[in-house]
């Protein structure tokens, strides 16, 4: 009953683990969050009866037929419990979001509602970006040719693609990211969230189906409501439960008129950022196969950051990129840029490009950001004629392991796969959430908290980013702040801990 649960073994096939929270823990928590709900609510009454002032947004007297803005039920969270603790994220910045970060410090009088400037400007080691290949930088071939597109090209193109937007920059981007993925076409949206909620509802539609991981990111799951077809959510790699909806759907067709569907298409990420787990794409495109389905595969998180030349899952589990159907990613985590890509057949793109609101209404890329994706990507491929790219990628994998096997052997509980550079580190208790993260603060690492309602009850964690651009000396440096917050707030739950573990040492040079 005091005792960890053991780890739960990788449904899937994949080395990844997943252990559940002590029970003693879960319990702990429930009791937790029972008495926060309850302090809410008294917090709520004194405030009707007029004995604490309420700082949150409220409706107009004059308001009160119109329908209401502001759901009480809904924002009794945010009101009674995330205000509280807002400190621990939004936090502003000044500088490149690089191995190391500048934050601008800053303080509440009014319990976290406004926040005011103290003046200072404190560095700290930067565990939260997604800078992968480390090209969120100032300076290098990469900044320098995106100062050069701006006198070439100007800042942004004033208008959408699909009338006066589309330069030359962006057909030779749209042209390497074909060859780079290894499709026939691709086009580039300004907004990677955009590029999945408004394509998908191109790709299928009335009477189609759509299978969804129930891990996948807000972004699919709008642009799957958006697209009006049956939605079928399957648990997290759950290949066994997939292949049943998959069976269900060819034989009995459309729920009530049993007509075929249209079109099915399975829904899934590369790697999940949340959880750090990989999707088993062999056996999802072995059920695609078949059941003769179609495969949408985010390569958000993976795309530069797996494989081993950064060509994503299809390079890490060696799979041919013609059995996935569309690949989309985004260029804001590996590339150090913004905006993001769909790839396919031409056919497909060819009719992407001519309905898709992301094409036809959207701003069109900005040329200095087309330039940084353009030089960044040409590094990775090799095009400059050095192995920085290759070096990178190496790097980045090393930092990845090194930093995994490390928290495993604190005692921590760490999720996800081995070859994934989000590191989720399991805290399970809500209240400990804010502590954490301000502890990590005070000892320099700027790190990422998250907890209920973006996780579950007991999902509580911090999310751990690894970048090329950390040296070994940031990581240990990184390493000693958790292992001693860890100690401080109780969060290691791991019954594999090795006993009297013992850092490796620092570069005293770099002291």
Same mark, same amino acid.
């Given at each position: 009953f005091f005792s960890p649960s053991p780890a739960m073994s990788s449904e899937h096939g994949l080395p990844e683990e997943f252990q559940e929270p002590p029970v003693l823990v879960s319990i702990i928590c429930m009791i937790q969050l029972a008495v926060w709900t309850f302090l809410g609510h008294m917090n709520e009454f004194l405030i009707m009866i007029g004995v604490l002032r309420s700082y949150a947004p409220k409706e107009s007297s004059k308001m009160k037929d119109f329908p209401p803005l502001y759901r009480d039920f809904e924002s009794f969270y945010t009101r009674n419990l995330y205000m509280r603790i807002r400190d621990c994220w939004n936090r502003p910045i000044s500088s490149v979001a690089g191995a190391h970060v500048t934050l601008k410090e800053r303080v509440s009088y009014d319990g976290n509602h406004t926040y005011q400037f103290t003046g200072e400007h404190n560095e700290y080691i930067n565990m939260g970006s997604y800078n992968y290949l480390g090209f969120a930088e100032t300076e290098g071939s990469c900044s320098d040719s995106s100062v050069k597109t701006i006198a070439q090209y100007g800042i942004a193109c004033c208008s959408s693609r699909a009338e006066l937007g589309t330069q030359k920059i962006h057909v030779e981007l749209e042209n390497l990211v074909a060859e780079f993925v290894g499709k026939p076409a691709a086009l580039t949206f300004g907004m990677g969230f955009a590029t999945n909620s408004?394509?998908?509802? =191109?790709? &299928?539609? $009335?009477?189609?189906?759509?299978?969804?991981? %129930?891990?996948?990111?807000?972004?699919?799951?709008?642009?799957?409501?958006?697209?009006?077809?049956? =939605?079928? &959510?399957? $648990?997290?790699?759950?290949?066994?439960?997939? %292949?049943?909806?998959?069976?269900?759907?060819?034989?009995?067709?459309?729920?009530?008129?049993?007509?075929p569907y249209k079109k099915i298409m399975i829904c899934v990420e590369g790697i999940y950022s949340m959880e750090g787990s990989m999707v088993n794409l062999p056996e999802v495109i072995r059920l695609k196969k078949k059941y003769k389905a179609y495969l949408y595969l985010d390569e958000a998180h993976s795309i530069g950051a797996t494989g081993k030349t950064g060509r994503g899952v299809t390079e890490h589990f060696g799979v041919d990129v013609a059995d996935v159907d569309i690949m989309m990613g985004t260029f804001t985590k590996s590339f150090g840029a913004a905006g993001g890509y769909v790839a396919a057949s031409k056919e497909i793109i060819s009719e992407m490009r001519a309905r898709s609101h992301g094409n036809i209404y959207a701003h069109a890329m900005s040329p200095p950001v087309c330039a940084q994706i353009i030089e960044s990507m040409r590094i990775i491929m090799g095009k400059t004629g050095t192995t920085e790219g290759q070096d990178r990628i190496k790097k980045l994998s090393e930092n990845t392991q090194f930093f995994r096997d490390e928290l495993k052997k604190m005692g921590f509980i760490i999720y996800g796969n081995p070859a994934s550079p989000v590191v989720p580190m399991l805290i399970f208790a809500p209240g400990k959430i804010c502590p954490t993260s301000r502890e990590l603060k005070k000892r320099g690492v700027a790190g990422v908290v998250v907890g209920y309602p973006a996780t579950t009850v007991l999902g509580s964690r911090t999310r751990f980013c690894l970048s090329a651009s950390h040296t070994r000396d940031d990581l240990i440096m990184a390493l000693e702040a958790i292992d001693e917050v860890g100690d401080l707030m109780g969060l290691k739950f791991n019954r594999r801990q090795v006993p009297k573990y013992t850092l490796p040492a620092?570069?005293?040079?770099?002291?």
């Open positions: 408004t394509n998908i509802p =191109i790709l &299928v539609g $009335k009477d189609c189906l759509l299978i969804s991981d %129930e891990l996948n990111h807000t972004s699919l799951i709008l642009g799957s409501r958006l697209s009006g077809a049956r =939605i079928e &959510v399957f $648990k997290h790699n759950n290949m066994a439960q997939l %292949e049943s909806i998959l069976r269900r759907a060819v034989v009995q067709g459309q729920p009530r008129t049993h007509r620092r570069d005293k040079k770099d002291d």
